[in-house]
């Protein structure tokens, strides 16, 4: 049992390394750190199961610092405890261009970090994944590989989010008992008092959403420890409102937002230094302190190593499926199965959505991986997300593979992000391409921190018909085009849509978004290629009867109207070729001699697709034609909206022949 003398002096290593890395930076929040020193402490030293040395255990303890304001708290646990990559170096260099220690926690430059943390309320969000995937996985392969909890930090900021709410909702919902939050109740925003904007009584909230909840004094060790042990022992979901000051030691700034955003400066710092009688210099811990944490950071040694043994002492094939699903990798014959059934697909020439193509293809998918889980946000018959595979989610059987969450994009987004990261799985879910606006900061997340998540947007036109402008997304696809390291795929037909699946999950380090249609399309790729011609990003699905006059680049439900267009011009005498481009961001990764090739060198380029223009000038030029929306939809049904917006194939044609007979 650690003293209260060596608890505080254990604590105040992580408020002196904070406030001394963002004196040194000029730049950052070192009253989180302050305040919540205490809270960490416990935790890391008496609760959390976790090896510094091998920080990618499987059955690790998660710690999610959703307040990622306060960044360099985990930075100094990490440190502290001896992960190897946080050196003293590190610290030093806290927000400096290159170093480990960004001005948030981004997952990926340095171990320790379980997700990427800022944006106020993602953490927390994620965390319910988090939660949910550790059920899921207890589910499949049991306590002995799989048992342990999710503890996220989370401030005033992280519950007045939206997000927050779809996500404890959801989290309380699905009794997710192993998830446990820390709030930091410390009365101070960046613009001064909570009580300028807000007066929640957050402790009734999270109550009302099925958790556990109630107050403690952050600063006292035993009623953290009590806490945290009546959490580990509740059938709901807990939420632990710590009493904290904000910037807690300093003389003059503390429990003000002056200790929120910005440097303390030498007199503060001085002024604590007295408070809490710390006589060591910048970035010096002293050895008997940085002893008793290392030894902390050794503590999950033991726990480990049993681990490991009950995974080498488990079946063969248990032990095999469990060691591919964390490596990320997809069966053996994942290739095969799906080289089949595009050969089916081009044999029978289906006539379908492809919502209902993606359906088909997740049929086939999910049998052949078991690691896929499903869901959508309240739309399940609209997305078909759901197959025979995937029954739903319960807090009474986590061992299916579909979650229902709710009127939730956001949350259900940042959900998936969990999910992903916590290994093991591949998760997908989906909504209407519209209410991608209400994902999007989760979308964003997910590419910035290169992982596998998956977004199934339906209705991605004004096809969807009668529902109108306020469900016709309009400008979303280049909207989600236009996040970096984002595939976003408009598949034309079942074939394409069996490919772009694939694509999707086989990109490891790139999410996916896949916008279906709602309406009926027909199979335009009827031959077999054993090649997935999609992952190519674009390709020319029909060539002209001679050197080409138009090339004709389309996409999604669009693809039918460019063939119909090359059919009357081909008619008229003019050789047209149609370029089908399932995804942008594959072409563009394409050699220079393929971009050339496949965008080629007819005098007249055209882009027909049911979106803004945005984005199409790099492959049909700044005078190419477009063919699509300049402004919002309307309600009508289909056959009414695509003539009235000029979306057809004679008004396609009608164009291209005009710019010909100018020439």
């Known amino acids: 049992m650690t003293s209260r003398e060596q608890h505080d002096r254990m604590a105040n290593a992580i408020r002196f390394l904070s406030m001394d890395a963002v004196e040194k930076a000029q730049s950052g929040h070192p009253g989180l750190p302050m305040g919540c020193a205490d809270i960490a402490t416990v935790l890391f030293t008496r609760f959390l199961k976790y090896d510094p040395k091998a920080p990618h255990w499987a059955d690790r303890d998660r710690f999610i610092l959703s307040a990622g304001h306060g960044s360099m708290l985990l930075y100094s646990l990490l440190h502290l405890t001896g992960y190897e990559d946080m050196t003293i170096d590190q610290i030093k260099h806290f927000r400096q261009l290159g170093s480990k220690t960004a001005g948030h926690p981004e997952y990926g430059h340095a171990t320790g970090i379980e997700t990427t943390t800022g944006p106020l309320g993602q953490g927390l969000a994620n965390s319910v994944g988090f939660a949910l995937g550790e059920r899921i996985m207890n589910a499949a392969f049991g306590n002995d590989l799989v048992d342990h909890y999710t503890y996220v930090l989370a401030g005033d900021g992280c519950l007045m989010e939206g997000v927050s709410q779809e996500a404890i909702a959801l989290a309380g919902h699905l009794k997710l008992n192993k998830l446990i939050v ?9 613009d001064g008092p909570v009580s300028l904007a807000d007066n929640t009584d957050q402790v009734a909230r999270f109550q009302a959403s099925g958790w556990n909840a109630s107050h403690i004094d952050g600063t006292d060790p035993e009623a953290i420890a009590y806490a945290i042990e009546a959490a580990r022992h509740s059938d709901k979901p807990t939420m632990i409102a710590c009493k904290t000051t904000i910037g807690f030691g300093a003389p003059t700034k503390a429990g003000t937002n002056k200790a929120h ?6 007199d503060e710092i001085a002024g604590a230094r007295k408070f809490f009688n710390w006589d060591s210099p910048p970035f010096e811990i002293p050895a008997d302190i940085l002893d008793a944490w290392r030894t902390a950071g050794k503590a999950g040694v033991k726990a480990r190593t049993d681990w490991e043994g009950r995974l080498a002492k488990a079946d063969a094939k248990l032990k095999a499926e469990f060691e591919r699903r964390l490596a990320g990798k997809l069966p053996s014959n994942f290739d095969a199965v799906i080289a089949d059934y ?5 044999a029978d020439k289906p006539k379908v959505a492809t919502r209902k ?5 997740l049929e086939v998918i999910n049998g052949a991986v078991p690691e896929t889980i499903g869901g959508s946000a309240d739309l399940t018959g609209s997305n078909n997300t759901k197959t025979s595979q995937t029954k739903n989610i319960t807090p009474d059987d986590y061992g299916q593979r579909y979650v229902h969450y709710g009127i939730r994009e956001h949350g259900m987004a940042a959900a998936i992000n969990g999910l992903t990261l916590h290994g093991g799985l591949i998760a997908y879910g989906g909504t209407f391409m519209c209410f991608s606006d209400y994902a999007r900061p989760s979308m964003r997340l997910s590419s910035l ?8 947007m339906t209705h991605d036109s004004i096809g969807l018909g009668e529902d109108g402008p306020t469900h016709q997304p ?5 909207a989600l085009r236009a996040i970096p390291n984002h595939n976003v795929f408009r598949p034309a037909d079942a074939v394409e849509t069996a490919e772009c699946w694939q694509i999707a999950l086989e990109s490891e380090k790139t999410p996916s978004t896949l916008a279906l249609t ?21 390709y020319e699905l029909a060539a002209a009867s001679g050197e080409a006059a138009v090339t004709i680049f389309a996409t999604g439900s669009e693809v039918e109207i460019a063939l119909g267009a090359r059919d009357l011009l081909e008619k008229h005498g003019h050789p047209t070729r149609v370029v089908s481009v399932p995804c942008f961001e594959l072409f563009d990764k394409q050699s220079d001699d393929y971009r050339k090739k496949t965008i080629g060198n007819a005098p007249i380029k055209m882009a027909i697709e049911a979106g803004i223009r945005q984005g199409w000038d790099h492959l049909i030029g700044s005078d190419g034609i477009f063919i699509g929306m300049t402004g919002f939809g309307a309600s009508g049904t289909i056959e009414q909206l695509y003539p009235h917006f000029g ?5 396609a044609a009608k164009a291209a022949e005009a710019r010909l007979h100018s020439k």
């Open 357 to 361: 193509s993606s359906e088909m293809a």
């Open 261 to 266: 955003g910005s440097p303390l400066g030498a």
């Open 474 to 478: 309009v400008e979303h696809l280049a």
């Open 182 to 190: 820390f709030w930091d109740n410390n009365n101070i925003s960046i």
């Open 518 to 538: 709602r309406q009926n399309l027909p199979t335009v790729r009827t031959e077999f290629s054993p090649e997935n011609l999609s992952s190519q990003g674009a």
């Open 647 to 651: 979306i057809t194939a004679e008004a």
């Open 449 to 456: 921190m290169g992982i596998r998540s998956i977004f199934v």
């Open 342 to 346: 595009k050969k089916k697909l081009s």
